[in-house]
Nanobody, 120 residues
Framework: QVQLVESGGGLVQAGGSLRLSCAAS????????MGWYRQAPGKWRELVAA???????NYADSVKGRFTISRDNAQNTVYLQMNSLKPEDTAVYYC??????????????WGQGTQVTVSS
């Protein structure tokens, strides 16, 4: 009924930039918070950044000043602009959204994940 499709991952050198996108589609009545998480090998999944429906962002301390989250409510899309990338940013990045599905209720949805690899 609802899908989150991510794009924009890849391989980049340290100091470079990438932009991730995540588009939600399906029987969507409304979307509350949207966010990006990441999981590196052998580590827990962690919150990178999140943004409310009103556009208020919050960030993990490790990415403050380097990453910017934004959203386009008309397109049901969330973005993550990642600058000054470091090797420790290497992980699978997952999109997350709190979506009110028409006629059913609010659920948490996840994208399939996109690999970001930063070489030193």
């Amino acid at each position: 009924q609802v899908q989150l499709v991510e794009s924009g991952g890849g391989l980049v050198q340290a100091g470079g930039s990438l932009r991730l996108s995540c588009a939600a589609s399906g029987s969507i009545f409304s979307i509350n918070a949207m966010g990006w998480y990441r999981q590196a090998p052998g580590k827990w999944r962690e919150l990178v950044a999140a943004i409310t429906s009103g556009g208020s962002p919050n960030y993990a301390d490790s990415v403050k000043g380097r990453f910017t989250i934004s959203r386009d409510n008309a397109q049901n899309t969330v973005y993550l602009q990642m600058n000054s990338l470091k090797p420790e940013d290497t992980a699978v990045y997952y999109c997350n959204a709190e979506i009110w599905v028409a006629g059913i209720g609010e659920y948490d949805y996840w994208g399939q994940g996109t690999q970001v690899t930063v070489s030193s």
